[in-house]
């Protein structure tokens, strides 16, 4: 199948409302359909204004994170749209991609897969 991984990038010190930025953007890719996704802690990275932003014992606010998600062509405009009208300034990078499942074994459920299954 095809669509789009997504992936944005912040600061930990970055917020919406009380939320770090990146636990923001994954809950908000998550709840608008997306079908998988990642936050990451980088070391040290820099942005569009060139200053270096690293993670220090005593500064682990400035810690730079990417979230990743992975969604359909649909879900990955109707969620850029939806972060879009927010309060919030985030940059990403949309790259086209290939996605399934290969394998013989059948996937884990996880304990939130098992209570859907009764829905």
């Known amino acids: 199948m095809k669509g789009f991984q997504i992936t944005f990038f912040a600061e930990q010190e970055h917020r919406h409302d009380h939320t770090p930025m990146g636990d923001w953007l994954l809950q908000f890719a998550k709840d608008n359909g997306a079908l998988g996704g990642s936050l990451m802690g980088a070391a040290t990275g820099f942005g569009s204004a060139g200053k270096m932003h690293s993670t220090h ?31 919030v300034t985030v940059f990403y990078i949309q790259v086209p991609m290939v996605y399934g499942r290969i394998g013989k074994a059948t996937p884990p459920a996880s304990a939130g897969d098992a209570a859907d299954a009764g829905d």
């Not at 606010?61 to 972060?83: F, G, H, M, N, Y």
């Open 57 to 87: 014992f005593f500064e682990l606010a400035q810690q730079p994170v990417a979230v990743t998600v992975s969604a359909t062509e649909e879900v990955a405009e109707r969620l850029l749209a939806a972060i879009a009208l927010e309060p």
